[in-house]
C-alpha cells in the first residue's frame, strides 16, 4: 500500500470514520496508545479487481475490515483470534481478500479489537494483486524450505556423527537445530496450517516458546563447544543464571501472557537483554583462556548476535519494525548453524588430531614397554607374551655371549653395552621377518621361528665373528636350540629348559659354538 499513513481514534462509526467526519491523530507514534481499540483509516487509494489486504499478524482479539469502494459500497469482514489462522500465508501474514468489483476501491478501515499494541496496532499493511500475493507467498516458501532442508541436513549428520563419537556438543547442536526448526515452524505461520483451530495468540505463544528455546538451546550448545575452562568459575554461573532466567521468563510469557501480554512480553525482552549481555564476558574469558574456538564462534555467531541485538531494541521500542528484521532471523540462524557445522567439523578434526597423538603416545609408551631399552629388542615380559599361544612347532635358540664378564673388565662397562648393542643387530640381520627376538638376561638372547623358516646356528655365529666389536675385541657366543609347541606357558617352560641344557653342552664343549637338543618324548607329545 502506497499511502501508509494511518490515523487513530476511539470510537466512531465505519461511514463516518469512512467519510472523514471524525479527527484522527496522525502524527502520535502507535505504540504510545497502549493496549486497547482502535479504529485505523488508510490514505486514499484507487485499486481495481481481486485484491489482497496483508498484513503483519498481532496479538488482538478481532479485526474488522472496511473496504469502501466509488460507489459508495461498503463491505466489511470480521476475524477473530481463532478465524486469524485461517488467513495466515508465509511469514505469519494476515490476508483478507476482496472479491473485485466494478468500481474502484479508495479507502480502507480497521477496527481492531483487543490490540496489546506490543509493537504496533497495525503493522505493514499493503494492498496486493493475487499474482503479487503469489509471489510474496512463493519468496517465503523458497526462504523457509531452504532454511529447513539446511537444518534437517545438518541435523541429520551431526546426529549419526554423535551416535558413533558421542562428543556432548554434537547432542547439543542438535538440540539447538531442532529448536531452531520448530521456531521457523511457529513463526512461519505453517503451525496454523497443521493447526487449523488454534488462536493466533496461541502461535504467538509458541513463537515466543520456540525461540526462547532456541536461545537457550544455542547457550548450552556453546557451553559444550568451548573447552570447559571458558566456563570454569563466575563466567558458567552467570551464563547459567541468564539461562534460567530467559527460560523462567519464556514459560511465564507462554504461561500466563493472555492475563497481561504486555507485562510478560517485557520481562521476555529483558531476559533476552540479560542474555545478550552475558556474551561479552563470555568471549572476554575465551580470549583470556587461548580458547581455540573463539574465532569460530565470533564467526559464525556475530550475524545472530547483531540481528538479535537489534529485535531487542526493536522489542523495547528503541528502533521502528521491519518486517524482514522480524524474519531476518531465519537468515541469520541459517549463516549461523551452516558455520557452527563447519566449527564442528573442524573441533571434530582438532579432536582427531588430539585423538592421533594420544594414540601415537600410547603406542610409544607400549613400545617402550615392550622393548629393552640398550638394545631396542623385546624384552622378556613382552617376548614371552608374544611367543606363548602359537600354533604349530617353533625353534628356540637361546645365545649367550662368551666370557662376558672378561669384556666388562678389559673394555668397561660402556664397552660392555656397544657389544651388546652390536649383538642385537647381528641376531636382527640373521633371523627372518617375523621370527621373534630379545634379550631375556644380561647377555643372554632368546629367539623363535617356526620350524618350517628356522634359522641356521651356525650363520648367526660366523656373522658374530666377521662382525667388528668396540676396540677389535674378540667375542663368541654360544647357542642352544630345542623345537616343539608353543601354545601354553608348560610348552614354554619346557622348551626354554631343553634349549637352556643345550646351551649348557655348548659352553661345555668350548663355547663358540651351538648345540642343540630334543623335547622328552613324554614332552614332545
Known amino acids: 500500500m502506497r499511502d501508509r499513513l494511518f490515523k487513530y481514534a476511539s470510537c466512531a462509526t465505519p461511514v463516518a470514520l469512512l467519510a472523514g467526519k471524525v479527527r484522527f491523530d496522525c502524527d502520535t507514534t502507535q505504540t504510545r496508545f497502549g493496549p486497547g481499540d482502535f479504529w485505523l483509516r488508510s490514505g486514499p487509494v484507487s485499486r481495481t479487481g481481486p485484491l489482497r489486504i496483508r498484513n503483519v499478524s498481532l496479538w488482538q482479539k478481532r479485526v474488522t475490515l472496511y473496504a469502501l469502494y466509488a460507489d459508495g459500497a461498503i463491505v466489511a469482514a470480521t476475524i477473530d483470534d481463532h478465524a486469524t489462522t485461517a488467513h495466515l500465508a508465509l511469514g505469519a501474514i494476515l490476508e483478507q481478500p476482496l472479491a473485485g468489483r466494478p468500481a474502484p476501491l479508495v479507502r480502507l478501515l480497521w477496527h481492531i479489537e483487543g490490540s496489546a499494541n506490543l509493537r504496533a496496532i497495525l503493522r505493514e499493511p499493503r494492498i496486493a494483486t493475487p499474482s503479487e500475493s503469489e509471489r510474496f507467498d512463493l519468496e517465503m516458501s523458497a526462504l523457509y524450505s531452504a532454511f529447513a532442508g539446511l537444518c534437517i541436513a545438518l541435523l541429520c549428520y551431526n546426529f549419526a556423527l554423535w551416535v558413533a563419537l558421542r562428543h556432548p556438543f554434537q547432542l547439543a547442536y542438535c538440540a539447538m537445530v531442532v529448536a531452531l526448526l520448530l521456531y521457523a515452524f511457529s513463526t512461519s505461520g505453517a503451525l496454523a496450517w497443521a493447526w487449523p483451530n488454534i488462536a493466533n495468540t496461541d502461535r504467538i505463544r509458541v513463537n515466543y516458546l520456540t525461540l526462547g528455546l532456541s536461545s537457550v538451546a544455542a547457550f548450552v550448545f556453546a557451553r559444550a563447544f568451548f573447552e570447559p575452562r571458558v566456563f570454569a568459575g563466575w563466567t558458567g554461573r552467570i551464563a547459567a543464571a541468564a539461562s534460567a532466567t530467559l527460560l523462567a521468563a519464556t514459560l511465564g510469557y507462554v504461561l500466563f501472557a493472555p492475563y497481561d501480554v504486555r507485562t510478560f512480553d517485557t520481562v521476555y525482552c529483558w531476559a533476552f537483554v540479560g542474555q545478550m549481555a552475558v556474551i561479552s564476558p563470555i568471549l572476554w574469558r575465551a580470549w583470556a583462556t587461548r580458547s581455540n ?14 540481528l538479535a541485538c537489534l529485535r531487542i531494541a526493536n522489542a523495547i521500542n528503541l528502533i521502528g519494525s521491519s518486517f524482514w528484521l522480524d524474519n531476518s532471523t531465519i537468515l541469520s540462524m541459517s549463516v549461523e548453524a551452516l558455520l557452527s557445522s563447519l566449527a564442528i567439523a573442524y573441533r571434530m578434526r582438532l579432536l582427531s588430531a588430539e585423538r592421533d597423538e594420544a594414540r601415537e603416545g600410547e603406542i ?110 674378540a667375542v663368541t657366543a654360544s647357542i642352544g636350540t630345542c623345537s616343539g609347541p608353543l601354545l601354553r606357558e608348560t610348552d614354554w617352560k619346557a622348551l626354554y629348559a631343553c634349549a637352556d641344557r643345550a646351551l649348557f653342552d655348548a659352553k661345555s664343549a668350548g663355547r663358540d659354538r651351538a648345540r642343540g637338543r630334543a623335547l622328552p618324548d613324554r614332552l614332545a607329545a
Do not use: C
Open 293 to 306: 574456538y573463539l574465532w569460530l564462534f565470533a564467526v559464525a555467531w556475530a550475524a545472530p548476535i547483531v
Open 364 to 473: 610409544a609408551a607400549r613400545l617402550l614397554a615392550d622393548t629393552d631399552p640398550l638394545t631396542g629388542l623385546l624384552n622378556r615380559r613382552a617376548f614371552l607374551h608374544q611367543a606363548i599361544g602359537r600354533d604349530g612347532e617353533h625353534i628356540l635358540m637361546i645365545a649367550d655371549l662368551d666370557h662376558f664378564k672378561r669384556v666388562n673388565e678389559t673394555i668397561g662397562h660402556d664397552g660392555g653395552d656397544e657389544v651388546l648393542r652390536v649383538f642385537a643387530r647381528t641376531l636382527r640381520q640373521a633371523v627372518p621377518p617375523g621370527a621373534l627376538v630379545a634379550r631375556i638376561g644380561g647377555e643372554e638372547f632368546a629367539i623363535v621361528t617356526p620350524s618350517a623358516f628356522a634359522v641356521e646356528p651356525g650363520e648367526i655365529l660366523a656373522r658374530l665373528r666377521a662382525g667388528r666389536m668396540p676396540y677389535d675385541v
